[in-house]
C-alpha cells in the first residue's frame, strides 16, 4: 500500500503519527494510508499560512497571475499521474479523471485573468473616495470526493489571485491526489501559501472553528453546511458554501427526442450521478413521457458500468460504502410501494460498489426519490401536463441550486427558467460551467457565489478609503 504521500505544511512534508485508510471503490479495498493530521498539526498549517498572508498578498496582481499559469502548467505536466491517482481513490474512469485535471488547469488559467477593481466613487477638487477590494486573510477550504481536485481548485485560484492563503482539506475518502498535489506546488507558491492537509472526521469542525481561518468555503451536503456554519460562527468568519441540490429538468412536447435523450441521460448520471447539480427530477410532458422513457432505459440498459481503470468504463462505482448502502434503500423503498422501475435497480455483482443506471416510472412527488437527493445513479421520470403545475412541483423543494428547461420554443423556455427558484437554470443545454459565470445556490443550496467575478470578489471585503483634498 502507498503510504508516502504527505501533508504540505509551511512548504514542508508533514507526516502524521496516525493514518487513515484510502478505499478503492472498484474494489472495496484499502489500497494506501493517509496522514491523519492531529489538532496541532492544524494550528501548525493555520500559523503558516498567516504567516506567509502578508508577503503574499503584497505580492503584485501581475506576478500572483503569473503564479497560478504554473500551478496550471503543473497540473498538465503531470496530468497521467495525477489521473491515475484519482480514478484509484474516486472510481471515475480515467478519461474522465483527466477531464477534470485539465478543466482544473484551465480553471487556475481563466481566474487568473479576473481583476478586483477599485472603484472611485467621487474624484472633485475636494474628495476623493475609492473602495478597493482586499483579500480576508486565511482562507479554509474544505472539498468533498465527487470532483476532489476541480471542486479544490474553484477555491485555490480565486483565494490566491486575491492575495489570501489557503488550508486544504479534502474528503477524508479522498485524499490522495490533493496530497500529491500539495507535494508538486511546493516549489511553485511560496511556503505556506497553499496548505494541505489530511485527515479524518475530526479534522473538519476542527478547522472551521478554529480562531485562525477567516474564511471558510466549503463544497458539500447541506446537512453538513449548517454544522460548518453554526461553527464558524463564533468568530464570525466568512462563509461560502455550496451544498446539496434537487435539480429538476422540465422538458416541453416539442422537443426531438431522440436528439435529447442522450443529452438528459448524460446530464443526469456523469460521474455516476455523484454531484450536486445532476438532474435528478426529470419531469417529461404527456405528450412524449412514453417515447422519452423508453429512450432513457435503452441508454440505462446500454451505459457500460465497470472499474474507471478500464478503458471501456463509461461509468465507475459510486464512491463508498455509504452511499452505496444509501443506493440500496432507495430502491427497496420504491419496490415496496410499488413502483415501476424502468432499468437497474439491482447492485452489480462485483467486489466495489458498482451500481446501475436506474430509472423510476413516474413515482408520486411524496415518494423519497423524488423529495430527496439520491447523490447516485437513481432517476424519478415524472410526467405532466400544464406548465403551471411543473413550475409549482419543480419549485417546491427545499433546495435551489440548478435546473434545466428544454424546448423548442426559445420565448416560453426563457419565460419558463424566469420561474423557477434555482441559482442556475440551463435552456436547451446542461452542465457549461465557466470561470466567468457565477453560479449561486438559492434557498438551502447554499451561502454565497462562486465562480466569475463575483465569485472571486467573495475572497475580498470592501475598503472604502474616503480622503479630503487639502485647500493650501
Same mark, same amino acid.
Given at each position: 500500500?502507498?503510504?508516502?504521500?504527505?501533508?504540505?505544511?509551511?512548504?514542508?512534508?508533514?507526516?502524521?503519527?496516525?493514518?487513515?485508510?484510502?478505499?478503492?471503490?472498484?474494489?472495496?479495498?484499502?489500497?494506501?494510508?493517509?496522514?491523519?493530521?492531529?489538532?496541532?498539526?492544524?494550528?501548525?498549517?493555520?500559523?503558516?499560512?498567516?504567516?506567509?498572508?502578508?508577503?503574499?498578498?503584497?505580492?503584485?496582481?501581475?506576478?500572483?497571475?503569473?503564479?497560478?499559469?504554473?500551478?496550471?502548467?503543473?497540473?498538465?505536466?503531470?496530468?497521467?499521474?495525477?489521473?491515475?491517482?484519482?480514478?484509484?481513490?474516486?472510481?471515475?474512469?480515467?478519461?474522465?479523471?483527466?477531464?477534470?485535471?485539465?478543466?482544473?488547469?484551465?480553471?487556475?488559467?481563466?481566474?487568473?485573468?479576473?481583476?478586483?477593481?477599485?472603484?472611485?466613487?467621487?474624484?472633485?477638487?475636494?474628495?476623493?473616495?475609492?473602495?478597493?477590494?482586499?483579500?480576508?486573510?486565511?482562507?479554509?477550504?474544505?472539498?468533498?470526493?465527487?470532483?476532489?481536485?476541480?471542486?479544490?481548485?474553484?477555491?485555490?485560484?480565486?483565494?490566491?489571485?486575491?492575495?489570501?492563503?489557503?488550508?486544504?482539506?479534502?474528503?477524508?475518502?479522498?485524499?490522495?491526489?490533493?496530497?500529491?498535489?500539495?507535494?508538486?506546488?511546493?516549489?511553485?507558491?511560496?511556503?505556506?501559501?497553499?496548505?494541505?492537509?489530511?485527515?479524518?472526521?475530526?479534522?473538519?469542525?476542527?478547522?472551521?472553528?478554529?480562531?485562525?481561518?477567516?474564511?471558510?468555503?466549503?463544497?458539500?451536503?447541506?446537512?453538513?453546511?449548517?454544522?460548518?456554519?453554526?461553527?464558524?460562527?463564533?468568530?464570525?468568519?466568512?462563509?461560502?458554501?455550496?451544498?446539496?441540490?434537487?435539480?429538476?429538468?422540465?422538458?416541453?412536447?416539442?422537443?426531438?427526442?431522440?436528439?435529447?435523450?442522450?443529452?438528459?441521460?448524460?446530464?443526469?448520471?456523469?460521474?455516476?450521478?455523484?454531484?450536486?447539480?445532476?438532474?435528478?427530477?426529470?419531469?417529461?410532458?404527456?405528450?412524449?413521457?412514453?417515447?422519452?422513457?423508453?429512450?432513457?432505459?435503452?441508454?440505462?440498459?446500454?451505459?457500460?458500468? =465497470?472499474? &474507471?481503470?478500464?478503458?471501456?468504463? /463509461?461509468?465507475?462505482?459510486?464512491?463508498? +460504502?455509504?452511499?452505496?448502502?444509501? #443506493? @440500496?434503500?432507495?430502491?427497496?423503498?420504491?419496490?415496496?410501494?410499488?413502483?415501476?422501475?424502468?432499468?437497474?435497480?439491482?447492485?452489480?455483482?462485483?467486489?466495489?460498489?458498482?451500481?446501475?443506471?436506474?430509472?423510476?416510472?413516474?413515482?408520486?412527488?411524496?415518494?423519497?426519490?423524488?423529495?430527496?437527493?439520491?447523490?447516485?445513479?437513481?432517476?424519478?421520470?415524472?410526467?405532466?401536463?400544464?406548465?403551471?403545475?411543473?413550475?409549482?412541483?419543480?419549485?417546491?423543494?427545499?433546495?435551489?441550486?440548478?435546473?434545466?428547461?428544454?424546448?423548442?420554443?426559445?420565448?416560453?423556455?426563457?419565460?419558463?427558467?424566469?420561474?423557477?427558484?434555482?441559482?442556475?437554470?440551463?435552456?436547451?443545454?446542461?452542465?457549461?460551467?465557466?470561470?466567468?459565470?457565477?453560479?449561486?445556490?438559492?434557498?438551502?443550496? =447554499?451561502? &454565497?457565489?462562486?465562480?466569475?467575478? /463575483?465569485?472571486?470578489?467573495?475572497?475580498? +471585503?470592501?475598503?472604502?478609503?474616503? #480622503? @479630503?483634498?487639502?485647500?493650501?
Amino acid at each position: 500500500m502507498n503510504t508516502q504521500l504527505t501533508m504540505t505544511i509551511g512548504g514542508q512534508a508533514t507526516s502524521s503519527a496516525a493514518s487513515i485508510p484510502v478505499i478503492d471503490p472498484a474494489t472495496g479495498e484499502v489500497f494506501a494510508q493517509a496522514p491523519d493530521a492531529s489538532q496541532a498539526q492544524l494550528d501548525e498549517a493555520v500559523a503558516a499560512a498567516r504567516h506567509a498572508f502578508a508577503p503574499w498578498s503584497a505580492t503584485p496582481l501581475n506576478e500572483r497571475r503569473a503564479i497560478l499559469g504554473n500551478v496550471a502548467g503543473v497540473l498538465m505536466t503531470h496530468l497521467d499521474t495525477l489521473a491515475t491517482l484519482l480514478t484509484q481513490e474516486q472510481g471515475k474512469p480515467l478519461a474522465r479523471a483527466k477531464e477534470e485535471i485539465m478543466i482544473s488547469a484551465h480553471w487556475c488559467a481563466e481566474v487568473a485573468k479576473l481583476t478586483p477593481e477599485t472603484i472611485t466613487l467621487e474624484d472633485t477638487p475636494d474628495t476623493l473616495v475609492q473602495v478597493r477590494r482586499v483579500p480576508l486573510g486565511v482562507v479554509g477550504a474544505i472539498v468533498p470526493w465527487n470532483f476532489p481536485v476541480a471542486l479544490a481548485f474553484f477555491k485555490i485560484a480565486p483565494a490566491l489571485l486575491t492575495g489570501n492563503t489557503v488550508v486544504l482539506k479534502p474528503s477524508p475518502n479522498t485524499p490522495l491526489t490533493a496530497l500529491k498535489l500539495g507535494e508538486l506546488l511546493r516549489d511553485v507558491l511560496p511556503p505556506g501559501v497553499l496548505n494541505v492537509i489530511s485527515g479524518g472526521d475530526a479534522l473538519g469542525p476542527w478547522l472551521s472553528s478554529h480562531p485562525g481561518i477567516d474564511k471558510i468555503s466549503f463544497t458539500g451536503s447541506t446537512a453538513t453546511g449548517r454544522k460548518v456554519m453554526a461553527s464558524a460562527s463564533a468568530t464570525l468568519k466568512r462563509l461560502t458554501l455550496e451544498l446539496g441540490g434537487n435539480d429538476a429538468a422540465i422538458v416541453m412536447p416539442d422537443v426531438d427526442v431522440d436528439a435529447i435523450a442522450p443529452v438528459l441521460f448524460w446530464g443526469a448520471f456523469a460521474n455516476s450521478a455523484q454531484f450536486c447539480l445532476a438532474i435528478k427530477r426529470l419531469y417529461i410532458h404527456e405528450d412524449i413521457y412514453d417515447k422519452l422513457a423508453d429512450a432513457l432505459a435503452k441508454l440505462a440498459r446500454q451505459v457500460r458500468v =465497470g472499474p &474507471g481503470a478500464n478503458p471501456e468504463s /463509461e461509468l465507475g462505482p459510486v464512491q463508498n +460504502q455509504a452511499l452505496f448502502e444509501r #443506493l @440500496k434503500g432507495l430502491v427497496a423503498d420504491c419496490q415496496s410501494h410499488g413502483w415501476r422501475l424502468l432499468a437497474g435497480g439491482q447492485p452489480i455483482s462485483t467486489n466495489g460498489y458498482f451500481f446501475p443506471a436506474t430509472l423510476v416510472d413516474n413515482p408520486p412527488d411524496s415518494s423519497r426519490i423524488v423529495q430527496e437527493e439520491p447523490f447516485g445513479p437513481i432517476l424519478p421520470l415524472l410526467r405532466f401536463r400544464a406548465i403551471d403545475e411543473v413550475i409549482q412541483r419543480a419549485n417546491h423543494s427545499p433546495y435551489g441550486l440548478g435546473g434545466s428547461v428544454w424546448c423548442r420554443d426559445q420565448s416560453l423556455a426563457l419565460s419558463i427558467a424566469q420561474r423557477l427558484q434555482t441559482g442556475t437554470v440551463w435552456v436547451n443545454e446542461i452542465h457549461t460551467l465557466s470561470p466567468h459565470k457565477p453560479m449561486a445556490g438559492h434557498k438551502q443550496s =447554499g451561502l &454565497g457565489v462562486e465562480q466569475g467575478i /463575483e465569485g472571486m470578489l467573495a475572497y475580498t +471585503q470592501p475598503q472604502t478609503i474616503s #480622503l @479630503k483634498r487639502s485647500s493650501t
